[in-house]
């Protein structure tokens, strides 16, 4: 079943992320941040940090903590407001002039560092309301699954193998199903970006190695950003490597090239 | 059928509404008997059991913003409240002539004020339609004015629950100004009758305890449809990770807006219900201890199951009317240790210990 | 009308008999003989000549005279006292006190003086007492002479402020001789003592330039007293805004006391207490039953309340946090519920075993009376005391949080339990000795308002939502925040009173407070950090 799933000649129509409109991709850059600072009581978390992401690739962020990698993911979202700086998606989307529920209905959805569900639902029912499609009041109110959605659902649920326990409450799942669950309401967005914190916490060896699958299959239809102190997991991602720290890109480069720079040991190391 | 569907997993709404049904049947007959027989209702405890289910729709639309989207709110006394005025003040208009000054068209207590006009927003109050209108529309506006200006700024919790209870104590405190023109200190009362008939006749008292009961039925159904539909799903969400929901796409603040507004309206009806019914309406309704009080009943009874909220308002609200006949002195002790039992040792209320037993026998099975 | 009768009288009796006066005193049989003439300037000499004579009686007869009591006995011709009793009238003798017997009234003969003579009169005697050794009277000798500016008070005043060593004496009498120019017949003189007395803040001076401004005859002189009428306006309505910020400090202090503690349980804590307002009630009671204890020592008994009512309040708030809250941490919605409760319980605690209405509580000598510091600013000494009670509170407050150990263990647990309590912090005894603390702080306040309100057991619903109001515009968390919160909520309050009335400005402030915080969530001095963000 997992293997059948994460086949990477098999491409689910879903899993076409949707055409955003107006989103001009023709410079093939789907995220730029630009000389992005800010400063929480007089502390530094981003500084002058430049930032960009080409459309379909899979970038990890790493760096030791309190280097800026979850606030640069609150900043994309529209949870924190930077003091200056820029950032946009694609062309079109000012992001630092939009909420959060606007920004991730342009399309970019985000997993936690803290799996977060919605506890007192079903895992069904989680899924359901992560999925893609107008989210205002009254279309909430009337919603109803067509076939379509529910088979879609089916084969997320599948996906995350979590079938058996589809009328279970997410409360009531282990860390890693949680974690998986996200995963899942990440995929209903259907977003065409991904910032996913720390997936591969909590996880069995297996249950790395079903992410590592699934990420690395998304990209290329989905741009995505994961942030990891996994350093296996990344060196399985096999993708392009920013180092973060004390709030500013310290280098990008491959996971061999990173490990072998002397600033980033010393950084990881201490002095 | 669609209400069948409805109530297909709502065990406790369905004894709820079958209960409620019975008794509304059950109500006018035993009233009817004659009074010297066993079973005969007097026009008193109809009176009273209205009043209970007027409660208790206040404490279903306390539940659904508390229970299903988190919301404290220490205000609904105040929407319930504004929902009795606005019906306080077709009953006066109502009066007439037959006021202590005679005079047709304004209240005694703007007579002796030595007001000589009526003010602009009592106009209107003389139509039954207007006034019931007004009853669901003023609480819903100031819920939704005040609800677009909190939530918007993302104020949550118990900073929520505080400006709620400042915002009904300031509406007490300017509702006890005479300058108002809402009767000030005395607030509303001296009703006469109602759409013509007379407010001491038992026909009317019977007419308005099924009204009440029949309004609850509604609400209950309605609150039902809401929490049934992805909205209430996505309500539920953001009580329990509203963050989340916000990330997903939704707009937490239009959600909260929406549902807290329509509980606000449910709150007016059962306020424009209650005040016929005890023939009187004064600023002491907006005090803090009735929101908190409403908040109880909804502990007690269980949050976010909607039937235990009505469990809990009729039962502590019979406990009151126990005690002060009694033990006047004893009430409030026995509501402030209510408070402490029930938060302490009853986090799910009555609702919760009924689910847990079925719970268990179903285990058994 | 009757003035004028007595003057009639007086002449037509002087005109039938020319009785001299004898007294044994020859200046004296003189001045008399003067006062029951016509000439009433020469009645004025002769005044002076009594005043100057230095007789012992001198300064008795002449209040005789203006008291309309002293007579002439016609037949002995002696100086009477006459005292009316009944159809006739008791007289003594007023130099040696014998007492006469009963006069008809046609025996005793008046000394007819005029309104002009009268004031006379009475400048006289101000001029005497001016010469007293005692500077009791010699101050109220020129009061009175400032609150009947004349213009020739200047004269008399003058040779005399050299000589005098009392300061407030002096400087009255200054004020006197500014007032008096300012009655001067040369408009010169006029000018110039009205710019003298610019910017005095006497009322006598503002009415007199009052007058001037709407009668002076000289245009000059009225064009400077309207110029300093204004000014002296100004500065009389600076001070009404002085008063009104001090009635706000006052009354924002009253603020901060009862929210303080709050701030402590609510703030670092992150326990919302809405029994809090019954702490303060109990802080309250604890002082009435000490002064039924100590029913003649007001002063003593206020002072024994304040560590009591810390006490009292203090433990039972340990109780509340051991008992219930301890249970409920993290979950602060029903900790709002159970503290409710107890607050329920508490209330009609005090209404079963005291009393369901209020009951009174005495103030202390030193916290009645007023501290004048000029004659449109004074400062009333209760409001003072409490301004000062609250600074040496919240100073008490701040210096055991920051600089005691228990300070230091209850920072640490409000901002990281597991990691205080892993290093060595017991958590659960900080917990309840914070409570305790800002429990005891609400008792002390108790202390404070029984002084300023009354006792009863709805004081403490009184106050728990504008606590709360304060709490949260100065910023959970900040102690500093309460402060500010409390002190400008209470100066808003009192500067909008007048505009809108008392209740309509605790609306309209209740109001501004829910706006501010749609605008600033966390108050005025939020806690900062991405600790608080998540």
Same mark, same amino acid.
């Given at each position: 079943?997992?293997?059948?799933?994460?086949?990477?000649?098999?491409?689910?129509?879903?899993?076409?992320?949707?055409? +955003?409109?107006?989103?001009?991709?023709?410079?093939?850059?789907?995220?730029?941040?630009?000389?992005?600072?800010?400063?929480?009581?007089?502390?530094?978390?981003?500084?002058?940090?430049?930032?960009?992401?080409?459309?379909?690739?899979?970038?990890?962020?790493?760096?030791?903590?309190?280097?800026?990698?979850?606030?640069?993911?609150?900043?994309?979202?529209?949870?924190?407001?930077?003091?200056?700086?820029?950032?946009?998606?694609?062309?079109?989307?000012?992001?630092?002039?939009?909420?959060?529920?606007?920004?991730?209905?342009?399309?970019?959805?985000?997993?936690?560092?803290?799996?977060?569900?919605?506890?007192? $639902?079903?895992?069904?029912?989680?899924?359901?309301?992560?999925?893609?499609?107008?989210?205002?009041?009254?279309?909430?109110?009337?919603?109803?699954?067509?076939?379509?959605?529910?088979?879609?659902?089916?084969?997320?649920?599948?996906?995350?193998?979590?079938?058996?326990?589809?009328?279970?409450?997410?409360?009531?799942?282990?860390?890693?199903?949680?974690?998986?669950?996200?995963?899942?309401?990440?995929?209903?967005?259907?977003?065409?970006?991904?910032?996913?914190?720390?997936?591969?916490?909590?996880?069995?060896?297996?249950?790395?190695?079903?992410?590592?699958? =699934?990420?690395?299959?998304?990209? %290329?239809?989905?741009?995505?950003?994961?942030?990891?102190?996994?350093?296996?997991?990344?060196?399985?991602?096999?993708?392009?490597?920013?180092?973060?720290?004390?709030?500013?890109?310290?280098?990008?480069?491959?996971?061999?090239?990173?490990?072998?720079?002397?600033?980033?040991?010393?950084?990881?190391?201490?002095? | 059928?669609?209400?069948?569907?409805?109530?297909?997993?709502?065990?406790?709404?369905?004894?709820?509404?079958?209960?409620?049904?019975?008794?509304?049947?059950?109500?006018?007959?035993?009233?009817?008997?004659?009074?010297?027989?066993?079973?005969?209702?007097?026009?008193?405890?109809?009176?009273?059991?209205?009043?209970?289910?007027?409660?208790?729709?206040?404490?279903?639309?306390?539940?659904?913003?508390?229970?299903?989207?988190?919301?404290?709110? &220490?205000?609904?006394?105040?929407?319930?409240?504004?929902?009795?005025?606005?019906?306080?003040?077709?009953?006066?208009?109502?009066?007439?002539?037959?006021?202590?000054?005679?005079?047709?068209?304004?209240?005694?207590?703007?007579?002796?004020?030595?007001?000589?006009?009526?003010?602009?927003?009592?106009?209107?109050?003389?139509?039954?339609?207007?006034?019931?209108?007004?009853?669901?529309?003023?609480?819903?506006?100031?819920?939704?004015?005040?609800?677009?200006?909190?939530?918007?700024?993302?104020?949550?919790?118990?900073?929520?629950?505080?400006?709620?209870?400042? =915002?009904?104590?300031?509406?007490?405190?300017?509702?006890?100004?005479?300058?108002?023109?809402?009767?000030?200190?005395?607030?509303?009362?001296?009703?006469?009758?109602?759409?013509?008939?007379?407010?001491?006749?038992?026909?009317?008292?019977?007419?308005?305890?099924?009204?009440?009961? &029949?309004?609850? %039925?509604?609400?209950?159904?309605?609150?039902?449809?809401?929490?049934?539909?992805?909205?209430?799903?996505?309500?539920?969400?953001?009580?329990?990770?509203?963050?989340?929901?916000?990330? /997903?796409?939704?707009?937490?603040?239009?959600?909260?807006?929406?549902?807290?507004?329509?509980?606000?309206?449910?709150?007016?009806?059962?306020?424009?219900?209650?005040?016929?019914?005890?023939?009187?309406?004064?600023?002491?309704?907006?005090?803090?201890?009735?929101?908190?009080?409403?908040?109880?009943?909804?502990?007690?009874?269980?949050?976010?199951?909607?039937?235990?909220?009505?469990?809990?308002?009729?039962?502590?609200?019979?406990?009151?009317?126990?005690?002060?006949?009694?033990?006047?002195?004893?009430?409030?002790?026995?509501?402030?240790?209510?408070?402490?039992?029930?938060?302490?040792?009853?986090?799910?209320?009555?609702?919760?210990?009924?689910?847990?037993?079925?719970?268990?026998?179903?285990?058994?099975? | 009308?009757?003035?004028?009768?007595?003057?009639?009288?007086?002449?037509?009796?002087?005109?039938?008999?020319?009785?001299? +006066?004898?007294?044994?005193?020859?200046?004296?049989?003189?001045?008399?003989?003067?006062?029951?003439?016509?000439?009433?300037?020469?009645?004025?000499?002769?005044?002076?000549?009594?005043?100057?004579?230095?007789?012992?009686?001198?300064?008795?007869?002449?209040?005789?005279?203006?008291?309309?009591?002293?007579?002439?006995?016609?037949?002995?011709?002696?100086?009477?006292?006459?005292?009316?009793?009944?159809?006739?009238?008791?007289?003594?003798?007023?130099?040696?006190?014998?007492?006469?017997?009963?006069?008809?009234?046609?025996?005793?003969?008046?000394?007819?003086?005029?309104?002009?003579?009268?004031?006379?009169?009475?400048?006289?005697?101000?001029?005497?007492?001016?010469?007293?050794?005692?500077?009791?009277?010699?101050?109220?000798?020129?009061?009175?002479?400032?609150?009947?500016?004349?213009?020739?008070?200047?004269?008399?005043?003058?040779?005399?402020?050299?000589?005098?060593?009392?300061?407030?004496?002096?400087?009255?009498?200054?004020?006197?001789?500014?007032?008096?120019?300012?009655?001067?017949?040369?408009?010169?003189?006029?000018?110039?003592?009205?710019?003298?007395?610019?910017?005095?803040?006497?009322?006598?001076?503002?009415?007199?330039?009052?007058?001037?401004?709407?009668?002076?005859?000289?245009?000059?002189?009225?064009?400077?007293?309207?110029?300093?009428?204004?000014?002296?306006?100004?500065?009389?309505?600076?001070?009404? $805004?002085?008063?009104?910020?001090?009635?706000?400090?006052?009354?924002?202090?009253?603020?901060?006391?009862?929210?303080?503690?709050?701030?402590?349980?609510?703030?670092?804590?992150?326990?919302?207490?809405?029994? $809090?307002?019954? &702490?303060?009630?109990?802080?309250?009671?604890?002082?009435?039953?000490?002064?039924?204890?100590?029913?003649?020592?007001?002063?003593?008994?206020?002072?024994?309340?304040?560590?009591?009512?810390?006490?009292?309040?203090?433990? +039972?708030?340990?109780?509340?946090?051991?008992?219930? /809250?301890?249970?409920?941490?993290?979950?602060?919605?029903?900790?709002?519920?159970?503290?409710?409760?107890?607050?329920?319980?508490?209330?009609?605690?005090?209404?079963?075993? /005291?009393?369901?209405?209020?009951?009174?509580?005495?103030?202390?000598?030193?916290?009645?009376?007023?501290?004048?510091?000029?004659?449109?600013?004074?400062?009333?000494?209760?409001?003072?005391?409490?301004?000062?009670?609250?600074?040496?509170?919240?100073?008490?407050?701040?210096?055991?949080?920051?600089?005691?150990?228990?300070?230091?263990?209850?920072?640490?647990?409000?901002?990281?339990?597991?990691?205080?309590?892993?290093?060595?912090?017991?958590?659960?005894?900080?917990?309840?000795?914070?409570?305790?603390?800002?429990?005891?702080?609400?008792?002390?306040?108790?202390?404070?308002?029984?002084?300023?309100?009354?006792?009863?057991?709805?004081?403490?619903?009184?106050?728990?939502?504008?606590?709360?109001?304060?709490?949260?515009? %100065?910023?959970?968390?900040?102690?500093?925040?309460?402060?500010?919160?409390?002190?400008?909520?209470?100066?808003?309050?009192?500067?909008?009173?007048?505009?809108?009335?008392?209740?309509?400005?605790?609306?309209?402030?209740?109001? &501004?407070?829910?706006?501010?915080?749609?605008?600033?969530?966390?108050?005025?001095?939020?806690?900062?950090?991405?600790?608080?963000?998540?």
């Amino acid at each position: 079943m997992k293997s059948g799933l994460l086949q990477r000649d098999r491409v689910f129509d879903f899993m076409t992320p949707k055409k +955003v409109e107006g989103l001009d991709l023709k410079h093939g850059t789907v995220l730029y941040m630009e000389d992005v600072s800010v400063t929480f009581e007089g502390f530094k978390a981003i500084n002058q940090l430049n930032f960009y992401l080409n459309t379909g690739e899979l970038r990890c962020v790493i760096g030791p903590n309190g280097a800026g990698k979850t606030t640069m993911m609150d900043i994309i979202t529209g949870k924190t407001r930077p003091d200056t700086g820029s950032c946009w998606f694609g062309q079109k989307y000012n992001l630092l002039q939009m909420d959060e529920p606007e920004i991730a209905q342009i399309g970019i959805g985000r997993k936690f560092q803290k799996p977060t569900v919605f506890e007192q $639902h079903t895992v069904f029912e989680n899924l359901e309301l992560a999925m893609a499609g107008p989210k205002t009041i009254w279309s909430t109110f009337v919603a109803k699954l067509n076939g379509e959605q529910r088979d879609q659902l089916d084969q997320i649920l599948a996906m995350i193998c979590l079938t058996e326990e589809h009328s279970r409450l997410a409360g009531l799942l282990s860390h890693g199903q949680k974690q998986w669950l996200e995963i899942g309401m990440l995929l209903m967005q259907n977003p065409l970006m991904l910032l996913v914190d720390e997936p591969a916490a909590g996880m069995t060896h297996q249950e790395m190695d079903r992410t590592v699958d =699934l990420l690395t299959s998304l990209a %290329g239809n989905h741009s995505i950003v994961v942030v990891e102190h996994d350093m296996e997991f990344v060196r399985a991602l096999n993708s392009r490597v920013t180092v973060l720290h004390q709030g500013a890109v310290l280098m990008e480069g491959s996971m061999d090239a990173v490990q072998k720079d002397e600033r980033v040991v010393e950084v990881y190391l201490g002095q | 059928m669609g209400l069948l569907r409805m109530l297909k997993n709502d065990k406790g709404g369905q004894i709820f509404l079958g209960v409620l049904v019975a008794t509304l049947i059950a109500v006018p007959i035993l009233h009817a008997l004659p009074t010297d027989h066993p079973l005969h209702l007097s026009t008193y405890m109809v009176t009273l059991l209205g009043k209970y289910l007027t409660y208790a729709l206040l404490a279903v639309a306390v539940d659904l913003v508390w229970g299903y989207l988190g919301i404290l709110s &220490l205000g609904h006394a105040a929407f319930f409240a504004l929902g009795g005025y606005a019906m306080g003040m077709y009953l006066m208009r109502q009066i007439g002539e037959r006021g202590v000054y005679g005079d047709p068209v304004l209240p005694d207590f703007m007579v002796f004020l030595n007001w000589t006009e009526l003010p602009w927003f009592w106009h209107g109050f003389d139509m039954f339609w207007f006034a019931i209108l007004m009853a669901m529309c003023l609480p819903g506006l100031l819920a939704l004015v005040f609800g677009w200006l909190a939530f918007r700024s993302r104020v949550t919790g118990v900073y929520l629950s505080i400006i709620t209870q400042a =915002l009904t104590y300031a509406l007490m405190l300017a509702f006890f100004r005479n300058e108002m023109g809402f009767g000030g200190n005395n607030g509303l009362t001296d009703f006469k009758d109602i759409l013509g008939f007379s407010l001491q006749d038992d026909g009317v008292r019977v007419g308005l305890f099924i009204a009440s009961g &029949l309004m609850l %039925g509604l609400g209950y159904l309605a609150c039902r449809v809401i929490i049934q539909s992805r909205l209430g799903r996505v309500a539920v969400a953001i009580r329990d990770a509203e963050d989340r929901t916000r990330f /997903i796409g939704y707009r937490v603040e239009r959600v909260k807006l929406a549902i807290f507004t329509f509980s606000a309206m449910l709150a007016g009806i059962a306020g424009a219900l209650y005040v016929p019914q005890v023939g009187i309406i004064n600023p002491s309704e907006f005090q803090p201890l009735n929101s908190i009080e409403v908040v109880v009943w909804v502990a007690m009874g269980g949050r976010a199951t909607l039937y235990g909220a009505v469990i809990g308002a009729i039962g502590v609200n019979y406990a009151k009317t126990w005690f002060t006949g009694a033990f006047p002195d004893a009430w409030l002790f026995a509501l402030g240790a209510l408070f402490v039992f029930v938060t302490l040792f009853l986090p799910r209320g009555i609702a919760g210990l009924f689910k847990h037993s079925l719970l268990r026998k179903r285990a058994k099975v | 009308m009757r003035i004028l009768t007595i003057i009639f009288l007086g002449l037509w009796l002087n005109s039938a008999y020319a009785a001299k +006066v004898n007294t044994g005193d020859a200046l004296l049989d003189a001045a008399f003989d003067t006062l029951l003439g016509r000439d009433f300037v020469a009645k004025e000499q002769a005044l002076n000549a009594i005043a100057q004579s230095g007789h012992a009686k001198a300064d008795v007869l002449i209040q005789g005279v203006l008291a309309g009591n002293l007579k002439l006995e016609k037949q002995s011709r002696r100086l009477v006292f006459a005292e009316k009793q009944g159809r006739q009238f008791l007289a003594t003798d007023a130099l040696n006190g014998d007492v006469l017997g009963e006069f008809k009234k046609r025996k005793l003969k008046k000394f007819a003086i005029n309104n002009k003579l009268r004031r006379f009169i009475r400048d006289l005697i101000a001029t005497q007492n001016l010469k007293s050794p005692d500077p009791g009277l010699r101050l109220r000798a020129v009061q009175v002479m400032l609150a009947n500016p004349a213009a020739e008070h200047a004269a008399r005043v003058e040779p005399l402020i050299h000589a005098e060593t009392d300061e407030v004496v002096k400087s009255t009498m200054q004020r006197v001789i500014a007032l008096s120019h300012l009655n001067a017949d040369d408009p010169k003189l006029r000018l110039r003592a009205i710019h003298q007395v610019s910017g005095s803040l006497d009322p006598s001076v503002r009415n007199q330039l009052a007058d001037l401004t709407a009668k002076d005859a000289s245009p000059e002189v009225k064009a400077a007293a309207a110029r300093a009428l204004a000014q002296i306006d100004r500065r009389i309505a600076w001070f009404g $805004h002085l008063e009104t910020l001090f009635f706000g400090i006052s009354a924002g202090s009253v603020l901060v006391l009862a929210a303080i503690g709050l701030a402590i349980t609510f703030g670092v804590m992150g326990v919302i207490n809405m029994a $809090h307002g019954e &702490l303060i009630m109990l802080g309250a009671y604890t002082t009435y039953l000490i002064q039924l204890v100590l029913p003649d020592l007001p002063g003593l008994s206020v002072l024994l309340a304040i560590p009591a009512a810390f006490a009292v309040s203090g433990l +039972v708030g340990i109780g509340i946090e051991r008992g219930v /809250i301890r249970f409920l941490y993290g979950r602060p919605l029903e900790t709002l519920l159970a503290t409710f409760g107890i607050s329920l319980i508490l209330q009609q605690l005090a209404r079963t075993l /005291i009393s369901p209405q209020n009951v009174p509580v005495s103030n202390p000598d030193f916290m009645s009376g007023l501290w004048q510091i000029n004659s449109v600013f004074a400062l009333t000494y209760n409001r003072l005391y409490i301004i000062l009670f609250c600074l040496l509170v919240f100073a008490a407050l701040f210096f055991v949080l920051k600089r005691t150990r228990l300070g230091l263990e209850v920072r640490a647990v409000s901002q990281n339990r597991t990691m205080a309590r892993a290093m060595g912090v017991r958590s659960a005894r900080v917990d309840a000795l914070t409570f305790g603390l800002g429990s005891g702080i609400a008792g002390v306040a108790g202390v404070a308002l029984s002084q300023l309100t009354n006792v009863g057991p709805n004081l403490g619903q009184a106050y728990i939502v504008d606590s709360f109001m304060v709490v949260v515009f %100065g910023g959970v968390g900040n102690l500093w925040g309460t402060l500010v919160g409390g002190l400008s909520l209470g100066i808003a309050n009192k500067f909008m009173e007048p505009w809108v009335g008392a209740v309509m400005a605790k609306i309209l402030i209740l109001v &501004l407070v829910i706006l501010f915080i749609q605008k600033r969530p966390r108050g005025l001095f939020p806690q900062k950090g991405r600790a608080t963000e998540h």
